[in-house]
């Protein structure tokens, strides 16, 4: 059974700080690495994707990866309110890399 | 503009009913998914499907089924079989070319039994 699982939330933190969410997996046949936001009643939209180890950065956005411990986090620098919603983290596997997802974790950015 | 689109955005079921939600994408890409999120949980994978007329079991197909006749086309039927129905359904699509080819997600439709 494929597993991906996220540090438990709710996770908050002061506006401009910076807020680290992790994800670990279970299988080492999962190729690429991917970060959905979620706001409350919405469909996933992608922040970033990593499929080499190190690290990925993207304006405020940096996403790590370290296969040998299984590992995937998101970093968010300068948080800002609008930061503030639920982070999904997925593992693409398979042939029609299809997505496995975490339960997500739910971030609050305090003004 | 190109996208993922879903209809109905609610949908209203009375027991014992099958409904259809419609998925159809214009971005021409291969791969189809269908994902079903309870309140609070991440997305499970209900069935996908990598190319016109196939489609694969995902970890939660029991009482549903879907068609693949046309590549923009995905069609998800929740059958009265599904115990347990009420649920945000999401549809996505993949190019599903290259380890770092994303899912991109419509807009949902939130099924609920009545």
Redesign the interface.
Known sequence: QKE?EQNSGPLSVPEGAIASLNCTYSDRGS??F?WYRQYSG?????IM???SNGDKEDGRFTAQLNKASQYVSLLIRDSQPSDSATY?C?G?SG??????????TQLTVLP | DGGITQSPKYLFRKEGQNVTLSCEQNLNHDAMYWYRQDPGQGLRLIYYSQIVNDFQKGDIAEGYSVSREKKESFPLTVTSAQKNPTAFYLCASSPRQGAGTEAFFGQGTRLTVV
């Open positions: 991906v190729q690429s991917f919405k469909s996933p939209e992608l994707f990593i499929y999904l997925a693409s042939s029609a890399r299809q997505l496995t997802f975490g339960s997500g």
